[in-house]
């Protein structure tokens, strides 16, 4: 019997998704941290709100630790075993709980950002902050399948 089958094919284009979200995540977290770091606080992507830095370090940190764990699933993914998978879970759930800090940090951002000019890239940044967050959701849920169910995971021994 084959088990996992269906898992495995759920988990790969889940986990090229995640890494190419991630990727976006921390090209754009990183250049607007550097534009604040060089002295531009008030370049129009920036938003003059008071938030903004931490929603830029959360947002880096929360792509930095999505690559770990998106590395740790494509192990899981190569080697197919309860050990892997009990380390993907743990990747998966610190990961998403970082980026679930930084999806709050986003939505601080956006109540404040109703009183004042709202740039295009902010709102990349935010948006793509949002979808790592549910992409990130939707493989922990894949994986915690794959704890309960030998048809989305490995095949429990013992």
Not at 94 to 105: C, E, Q
Request: one cysteine or more; proline letters at 3%.
């Amino acid at each position: 019997m084959a088990y996992g089958r269906d898992g495995r094919r759920l988990m790969g284009p889940l986990l090229m998704v995640n890494s190419v979200v991630c990727l976006i995540l921390l090209g754009l977290a990183g250049w607007s941290l550097n534009k604040y770091i060089d002295g531009h606080q008030n370049h129009p992507h920036l938003g003059g709100n008071p938030s903004t830095i931490f929603l830029l370090v959360y947002a880096l940190i929360a792509g930095a630790i999505g690559g770990g764990a998106v590395l740790s699933g494509y192990i899981h993914l190569r080697v197919w075993s309860n050990v892997s998978l009990a380390t993907a879970t743990t990747s998966a759930i610190i990961s998403w709980a970082v980026t679930a800090l930084a999806f709050g940090l986003v939505c601080e951002t956006g109540l404040f950002a109703s009183r004042l000019q709202w740039e295009d890239t902010e709102q990349t940044l935010e948006a793509f902050v949002a979808l790592s967050g549910l992409s990130q959701l939707l493989y922990l849920l894949l994986l915690h399948a794959g704890m309960f169910s030998s048809r989305y995971g490995p095949a429990y021994d013992g």
